[in-house]
């Protein structure tokens, strides 16, 4: 997930049968904006179907 735009990431969950929980907004170097820069619980994680994965989501502040 990490890397997908939400839109996509929600998609994928969602066909994988997992709910998106909470989404966290917040600037990380090294991203595009709207990109899933981490996910809890982290990717690995033994899920079952139903389960919420929070996302972050880089959101790039503009300068002016």
């Given amino acids: 997930l990490i890397g997908l735009t939400l839109d996509d ?3 994928v969950l969602e066909s994988r049968g ?3 929980g909470e989404v966290v907004y917040r600037e990380v170097p090294g991203y595009s904006d709207d990109r899933v820069v981490e996910t809890d619980p982290p990717y690995g ?3 079952s179907s139903g389960d919420a994965v929070n996302l ?6 503009s300068g002016s």
Avoid: D, T
């Fill in 45 to 47: 994680s033994k899920l």
């Fill in 9 to 11: 990431a929600r998609v």
């Fill in 56 to 61: 972050v989501v880089n959101r790039i502040e």
């Fill in 18 to 20: 997992f709910e998106v």
